[in-house]
């Protein structure tokens, strides 16, 4: 057997992996305190996909014929150059995901910059964390998803959790919430009465059933409360928070009746939630608040500044680097955390560095042995580069790492006429997954149990992912695709294809920077250490908790900011006059690319349904198990009603794993964030009908 964790999310169960035939089985870890969910005791049957990939295939006009390595990689790389000599470096673009290892994230972004020269790379994670990231750089100075181990929780006594539906996304990890639910402090903001909703009930805490899109003056109304009735904590703001004054002026006009209004939230519970988290923080003698947010509240075009309300309010009651409470966002794909520090995004280098910082490119440029010129600028969000794709300054060749983004994305229809407008697109995948399908060169790789390499967890922990299995003979590693490739473009600089060099180049390239690795290696790992960054040196401990002291700030100091709600991007109107809000159930994971190839999933639920209350199903006519049409500006798609009271009446619930026609991400809205870049999959207006039969 070998110690290994869970291909999928960012809680990173630990794992034994081996038999005959290969099957997991939990074993002892923080995080997942010996458990793992459905998916996980499941996932052994990935590495058995029936329709696995073993040798590269190229399109023709009557489907995909296969080929060999050396001739695919030779005419990718000829398509390249042509492209390029005609287009310059910005002909090509790269679209990573927060599923690779460290040494497979790294390299992608090094591969972008040096080996195709484009500023043109993003990735999946600009969808799942990138505006609770970019609110806690811009106030807290760094981003860590959660600064501080899982298991504090247990001793706190209030978690609160904005828009995260943990019981179903993260199963395990409701083992963390049992001292928090005893205690009655567990909040839970959702327009559902979600799984984790329900864990609230028998006096466990609340559930705040608010309208979609409305954290933010929830949230306005929460702080207003705590300063208008002096709940905060002065000495902690006095000490060490710049900003508070504008914070404190600008939510006077949020006075609860009006808020109450706006979020369906009683005034009465907007008070009590208020008092219940100001009686829990240390300045009051209590023992610690938690406040937690998920993709509920943080994929709206306001999402940066929802998060950032989250954090004002957490610093307003002394709660940033208390022993017991803070402010995390929960990270979500397995190495969603790894995936945006070195250098997948757009903006950024290795170590968190910014692309854009003189000094941040002369260390990379240094560790990659390349003059810092050669290393572009910054490129663009991931819905701009999608967006961008065979337009006629835009790119005319895409390489996918990582992600199924004709499912995932939103506005699918339109990414997808983008994609079939390019002139070359390159998958690396395992299984023909729905973008892959679209490529012109399927590349088939490794997957998570035949290869080495590292992951960082939700914490900011360094786990190390381990080989557990031989690959099928015909496929090949990322890190020998990105040599291989490097090679015939004449890239400067090292491509080295163990994981153990790659990830010790990574090291190197990370050191000074904010997500520091230089200390972590390979050794430390193997040996049981729990590393968490940032750990500058071997002989460094490593930093399970951040902001005791200080903060990573330029003044040591976090930064409240003011901030506005502007609202969803879509209005209500009469042609459209019902909130759709998508996310995740249990069984599946993310497109489903690769949780519909798992028989026991796939039969447990095998399509998408419709969340729908039973007032507004008799308005339009659904009974039992009607399929219901969901049709928006974008688009339109079709699923089973599911009639249930645990959502509101003016909102409906779709999970976004499925194809075709049950593809919810066909009627989303790519509206986007302005400081993140963050697309509103979270919330946008929809007409719905019974569906013809
Ligand atoms: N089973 C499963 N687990 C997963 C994944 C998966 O695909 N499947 N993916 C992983 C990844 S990448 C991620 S990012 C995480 C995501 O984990 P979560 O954030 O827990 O997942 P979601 O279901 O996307 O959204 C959470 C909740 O937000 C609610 N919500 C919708 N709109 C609003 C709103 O306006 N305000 C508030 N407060 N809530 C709202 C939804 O009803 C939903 O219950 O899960 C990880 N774990
Ligand atoms: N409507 C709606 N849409 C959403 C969301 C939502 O809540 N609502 N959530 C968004 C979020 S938070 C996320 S994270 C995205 C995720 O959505 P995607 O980016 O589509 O993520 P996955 O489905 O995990 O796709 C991963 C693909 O990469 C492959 N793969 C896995 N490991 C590797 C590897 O090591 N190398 C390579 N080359 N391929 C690999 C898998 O087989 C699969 O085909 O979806 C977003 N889309
Ligand atoms: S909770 Fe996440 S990491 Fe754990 S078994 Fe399930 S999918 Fe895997
Ligand atoms: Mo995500």
């Known amino acids: 057997m070998t110690d290994t964790h869970c291909p999928y999310c960012a809680l990173q169960c630990a794992q034994k992996l081996g038999g005959d035939p290969i099957a997991a089985e939990p074993r002892a870890f923080p995080t997942n305190v010996g458990g793992m969910c459905q998916k996980g005791w499941t996932s052994a049957e990935l590495l058995r996909a029936q329709d696995r990939i073993t040798t590269p295939l190229r399109r023709t006009p009557t489907g995909f014929e296969p080929v060999g390595w050396d001739e695919a990689l030779d005419d990718i790389a000829a398509r390249v150059h042509a492209i390029q000599e ?75 959790l904005f828009g995260s539906n943990l019981a179903d996304t993260m199963p395990p990890a409701v083992q963390h919430l049992g001292g928090v639910r005893e205690r009655g402090g567990l909040i839970v903001v959702d327009p559902r009465l979600s799984a984790t909703a329900k864990l609230t009930e028998d006096g466990a805490g609340e559930h705040v059933q608010l309208v979609p899109g409305t954290d933010l003056v929830f949230l306005l109304g929460l702080l207003h409360i705590v300063h208008a009735e002096s709940l905060v904590d002065a000495d902690y703001l006095a000490a060490r928070v710049d900003g508070v004054d504008a914070v404190r002026r600008s939510v006077a006009e949020w006075w609860p009746e009006r808020v109450a209004a706006t979020t369906g939230v009683a005034e009465t519970q907007l008070r009590r939630i208020a008092r219940t988290l100001a009686d829990a923080s240390p300045h009051r003698g209590g023992a610690g608040a938690f406040l937690l947010t998920g993709r509920g509240s943080e994929q709206h075009v306001d999402g940066t500044d929802t998060v950032t309300a989250v954090i004002n309010l957490a610093l307003s009651l002394g709660l940033v680097g208390a022993e017991r409470g803070g402010y995390g966002a929960i990270t979500g794909q397995g190495n969603g955390q790894g995936g945006r520090e070195h250098g997948q995004k757009s903006d950024q ?42 337009m006629p300054d835009g790119p005319r060749a895409l390489f996918v790492h990582g992600s199924n983004v004709l499912v995932s994305a939103p506005d699918a229809d339109a990414i997808r006429r983008r994609i079939e407008s390019l002139d070359l697109v390159v998958v690396c995948d395992f299984i023909p997954s729905e973008t892959a399908m679209l490529a012109d060169y399927i590349l088939p790789v490794t997957q998570w149990a035949e290869e080495e390499g590292t992951m960082t967890g939700l914490e900011g922990r360094v786990l190390r992912r381990r080989k557990a299995v031989e690959a099928p003979s015909g496929v090949r590693s990322e890190l020998e695709i990105f040599s291989a490739l490097a090679a015939r473009l004449d890239a400067p600089g090292v491509w080295a294809t163990e994981p153990r060099e790659v990830y010790d180049e990574l090291r190197r390239a990370s050191a000074g920077g904010r997500a520091d690795y230089a200390g972590i290696s390979y050794d430390r790992l193997d040996a049981g250490e729990a590393l968490y960054w940032p750990c500058p040196s071997e002989d460094h401990p490593g930093t399970p908790r951040l902001f005791a002291d200080s903060f990573p700030t330029p003044s040591g100091r976090a930064k409240m900011i003011a901030v506005r709600p502007v609202g969803p991007a879509d209005a209500l109107r009469s042609e459209a006059p019902v909130w759709l809000v998508t996310g995740r159930v249990l069984q599946h994971y993310q497109s489903g690319a690769q949780t519909r190839r798992v028989t026991k999933l796939n039969e447990s639920m095998p399509r998408a ?85």
């Not at 790294?106 to 609770?132: E, H, P, V, W």
């Open 86 to 160: 005609t287009d310059g470096p910005d002909g090509v673009a790269v679209f990573g995901g927060g599923g690779l290892t460290n040494e497979k994230a790294y390299q992608l972004g090094k591969f972008a910059r040096l080996a195709l020269r484009t500023r043109l790379i993003d990735y999946n994670g600009r969808f799942c964390m990138s505006s609770a990231a970019a609110a806690a750089n811009r106030t807290l100075g760094v981003d860590r998803g959660l600064p501080f181990p899982l298991t504090d929780l247990n001793d706190a006594q209030v978690v609160m």
């Open 349 to 390: 280098l290795p170590g968190y560095r910014m692309i854009a910082d003189p000094a941040a490119r002369e260390h990379v440029a240094g560790v990659w042995g390349v003059d810092p010129e050669v290393i572009p600028g910054p490129g663009v969000p991931a819905i701009e580069l999608l967006m961008s794709l065979g």
């Open 609 to 693: 349904y419709v969340e729908i209350h039973p007032m507004l199903a008799d308005r339009i006519g659904v009974e039992g198990i009607d399929d219901i049409r969901i049709t928006s500006k974008r688009g339109s798609m079709v699923a089973q009603a599911r009639i249930s009271p645990d959502i509101r009446p003016d909102t409906v619930f779709v999970p976004f794993h499925f194809a075709d026609e049950g593809m919810v991400n066909a009627v989303t809205n790519a509206a986007t964030d302005p400081v993140s870049g963050m697309p509103e999959f979270k919330v946008c207006a929809v007409q719905i009908r019974r569906a013809e039969a």
